[in-house]
């Protein structure tokens, strides 16, 4: 069993930065596909940004594009999400996932993914 703890969310002004992490259990982490979700209110989950198990692959929604970087370091079993430039539409709740993947190719689908983390708040104000 995976277990994933997100940390970092806040509250931040627009054009802000926060950095999310989260850390996996276990032994896996290192042949698993990463990836970043959020969901707003009244809206369905939807997929940010995805990292192959080498970090060699990245993808990213359009709408994080050139301000949202992922990244993992599999030696402490910890993937990140750097957010810079954020606006109050990138205001959710911010999960991570893990699907068993040796794949270059990123999955962006919610239902694609194993193992989820609880979520982390993101708010970002006008």
């Known amino acids: 069993q995976v277990q994933l703890v997100e940390s970092g969310g806040g509250l931040v002004q627009a054009g802000g930065s926060l950095k999310l992490s989260c850390a996996a259990s276990?032994?896996?982490?290192?042949?698993?596909?990463m990836g970043w979700f959020r969901q707003a209110p009244g809206k369905e989950r939807e997929f940010v940004a995805g990292?192959?198990?080498?970090?060699?692959?990245?993808s990213y929604a359009d709408s994080v594009k050139g301000r949202f970087t992922i990244s993992r370091d599999n030696a402490k079993n910890t993937g990140y999400l750097q957010m810079s430039s954020l606006k109050p539409e990138d205001t959710a709740i911010y999960y991570c996932?893990?699907?068993?993947?040796?794949?270059?190719?990123?999955?962006?689908?919610?239902?694609?993914?194993?193992?989820w983390g609880q979520g982390t708040q993101v708010t970002v104000s006008s």
């Open positions: 996932a893990t699907k068993r993947s040796l794949s270059l190719n990123i999955r962006t689908g919610v239902n694609e993914y194993d193992y």
């Open positions: 276990g032994r896996t982490f290192s042949t698993t596909t």
């Open positions: 990292i192959g198990w080498s970090g060699g692959s990245t």
